[in-house]
């Protein structure tokens, strides 16, 4: 024992156990270790890392909710990841193992044949997560690295096609697809991924006809059998896109044969009835056959798709009434489809739009559909473009549907009105279970049964509360602003999110607060039934003034939805029906010249009889007026466009001498452009402009002079005159101050006396970058004789990026002026808006600031302490913008925002969103 014990331990023996365990534990380059860690890394990685894969794919398959109104998408795909970054893909057990073992592969086994695979399984699993960029990482690394062996750069390149395609960049995604397509020439097999990746990029691009011919290769070479399934599933849905019916009704008979997830058997049996009954022109069958399918319990949670497949096939027919039938009953049984019920609003809408011109039904429809859709929804802008639209005429028909309710009652003996008021503010509600969501008001016996034209039928006298449109009107714009409230103390509390609001069902109760006064008169302070009833019984248009009130609201109504009607929506016809009942109901209005040329313009072509007669009506009962010059020689309008941008420049012109106290210059200025065009509605600002240089360079003798003239000659201008009254009630209150005066305008001096009293601005912060108020404001500054003070910069706070609009009352709320060029000097303009201010509202305190963004400039006037106020200063300042704006009309818009608001206005896309947070708000 002794001798082997020596043996055992000799020097040699030692070492080369040493060496064995050694190379036993260390990777080496040999035969051996390639053999052991191929082995290793095909069996123990590679095949268990596709079964995860497999049975993550089979998961997804199984939550995966397609939507089967639009063309399916060839794989079935994760959401990207919202930032790469800073949010990292959520944890998910099986692909979080797939990579590591990936990662073992590539660390451990670098010697093995299965690198380019453990990359690629990497780059899966993190394209199944929603890392797309790091998966095109590996995909491009494979691709690059392995470019030789031709199957591995076509599988790689396809995944990278994917990952781009998923992150939106089509074009480089469709340069790898046709490196790979060139490749892919050489490859037998193997190659019906790339040709379905190809094919989703043509959908993309809705090349349909050649995604078409690449799914049917696919198709032909796939092995996986949901695969193919999908795929025919998207070729027929494709062919039916391309009018191919014949290969389309084929294909989806296929599906339906075939061992397809239920949902899938459902809609591909629907379409084939579908596509049966357009090709042999049946009759009955077509519907008989989709009803049929009711009687399967299977199809129970199907029912909303059945209904809205029969309304598709009568509206490809023609059969509007019917097919509105059957979408209504689609939404009626729609119990968890959303989108499917969203589809069924937009078609009745689309409906009422277009065939029934039905608009103010078609417009609660659209907003039913887009409080469902998904924002990525098709089209999902112009709908919602639409219904805001919509809106317009929806308010108008509203309005009159009110005043008409209120002259009736106002017709009854006082003795009556009490009552019938009492009755009509405590009305009875039957909440309707129709499509529409609308409420509807028991109608009253007593009164006579009046319709209003809510479509292309009839136009006559209308009762508001036998309105159902109206009243639905009313009632939507109640619950936007305040919620479901009932009538009781302190009603206006508790304000709720637009979200609670739009969730929230109107429960039966009191709807006097929806009711406005025919005056206009919309103060709610008083809660209670009896003060409501008072006050809308003095506001009814018992006298003739309020009457002529009255009808004045429903003639603009008029007026306004038969433009929209002939402007917007291009319906002559429906413009024609509401200028005629305008005029039969009030034939002499203050909208008559405008009236008569509408018809003359809409009548040309068609009957031009009737557009000689109103043409001759033009021309002979308003010869001076803009429309029988325009019928006299078609370019003046463009002659007119062309003057204003003259007298808009050459004010600026006038403007900036007056800045550098070029007074002669001004004053020169001002008397040729007064004389080259007098009757233009500039020229009562070139007369201040004047008077101020005058006054500037003379005693105040002068300065009266021209303030006199001012007032004489432009008595009814609502910039100028108002503010010029106000300055010669100063100088006659401080006559014996001017009078010692050199010049009765001078510069600067805290110490010389006001020229005009103001209030002391209040001190906004400004955003983001505000300019010095008072160069643009000089001249009024210099009447004042107190410099206003300049604003402090501050730094604005950072905007979140994801932060949105409220609807939340505040305490500040400012009227913008934006102007979407940032190149333009807008000193001018602020002198106008100066003017306006100081003559219209002398004893507020509102002043003006400028916010210079990357492409717009934000003038905004400051402040108001609640909506109403705001709205009120809006409807005066409106009208007279075109004149105090010196810039082209298209480049500019006004609007209401409240502070909070207004410091997220941070660039041109926030102010777009906040023009259609607005109008969905606030108009």
Known sequence: MKNYANKASHPLIICLSLLFFYGCITPKDTSFSRKMQNLTARYNYIYNSNVLLTEYNQSLAES????????????????????????????????DEVITKGQTIINDKSFSNYIDDAYMLLGKANYLKGNFFIASEYFDYVAKTYNNDLKVFIMAMNWKARSQMELNNMSFADKVLDTMLRAADQLKKDIAEPLATTAQMRIYQKRNKE???????????????????????????????????????ANFTKVEKSNAPFEMYFHANLNRIKLKALLGGEKLNKEQQLLALLKDDKNIDYTDQIYYQVGELFSAEGNFPKAADNYNKSIQQSTRNQNQKALSYLRIADLN????????????????????????????????????????????????????????????????????????????????STSTNTNRFIDDPDFPRQTLNTGANNIGSTFYFNNNAAISSGFGDFKKRWGNRQLEDN?????????????????????????????????????????????????????????????????????????????????????????????????????????????????????????AEYKQLVLSKFPESNFA??????????????????????????FNAYAKKDYPAVIKQADDNIQAFPKNDLAPQYAYLKAIAVGRTSKVDALLTQFNKITTDYPDDK????????????????????KLRTFALVDFDSSEPRFVSQATPIDVKPKPIPTDINAADKPAAELAKVPEKTAEVKTPEPVKANSIFSTAKSEEYYYVIDVADATLTLSSSRFGIGQFNRGNYPDNDLTHKLVELDNDQLIYIVSFVDLEDAKIYEESIKGQLKNIMKVPASIYKGFIVSKENFEKLTDRQRINDYLTFYNENYR
């Open 64 to 95: 995966y909710v397609d939507n089967y109104e639009q063309t399916l998408s060839v794989y079935l795909d994760p959401e990207p990841q919202v930032n790469l970054v800073l949010t990292p893909a959520a944890p998910n057990k099986q692909l």
């Open 211 to 249: 995604a078409i011919l690449l799914l049917e290769s696919a198709i032909a070479s796939t092995k996986e059998q949901q695969q193919r399934i999908r795929w025919r599933f998207i070729l027929a849905q494709l062919q039916e896109k391309e009018n191919n019916l014949q290969d389309a009704y």
């Open 353 to 432: 739009f277009k065939e029934f011109k039905n608009y103010i039904k078609a417009k609660l429809y659209y907003d039913s559909a887009v409080t469902i859709l998904p924002k990525n929804f098709p089209d999902y802008d112009n709908i919602v473009k639409k219904a805001n639209n919509l809106q317009y005429l929806t308010d108008r028909y509203t309005i009159i549907s009110r005043e008409d309710t209120a002259q009736i009652i106002a017709k009854l003996p006082a003795a009556e009105r009490e009552a019938r008021v009492k009755r009509y503010l405590t009305p009875k509600v039957v909440v309707s």
């Open 491 to 611: 009603w206006r509390q508790s304000i709720r999110s637009s979200a609670q609001e739009n969730n929230q069902v109107l429960a039966g109760g009191k709807v006097a607060n929806d009711i406005i006064p025919a005056n206009g008169n919309t103060d709610q302070s008083a809660t209670d039934q009896t003060s409501l009833e008072k006050q809308y019984l003095d506001a009814l248009p018992t006298t003739p003034e309020q009457l002529a009130g009255s009808n004045q609201k429903i003639i603009d109504a008029y007026f306004e939805i038969a433009s929209f009607y002939q402007q917007e929506l291009n319906d002559k016809a429906e413009a024609d029906k509401i200028y005629l009942e305008l005029l039969k109901r009030f034939p002499e209005n203050n909208h008559l010249a405008a009236i008569y040329y509408s018809l003359y313009l809409n009548s040309q072509g068609g009957n031009e009889a009737k557009s």
């Open 629 to 654: 010059k325009t019928i006299l020689d078609p370019s003046y309008s463009a002659k007119q466009s062309e003057i204003e941008n003259i007298t808009n420049n050459n004010y600026n012109v006038a």
């Open 719 to 738: 910039i100028i005159t108002p503010l010029v009254r106000e300055h010669l009630k100063y100088i006659e209150a401080n006559m014996e101050d001017f």
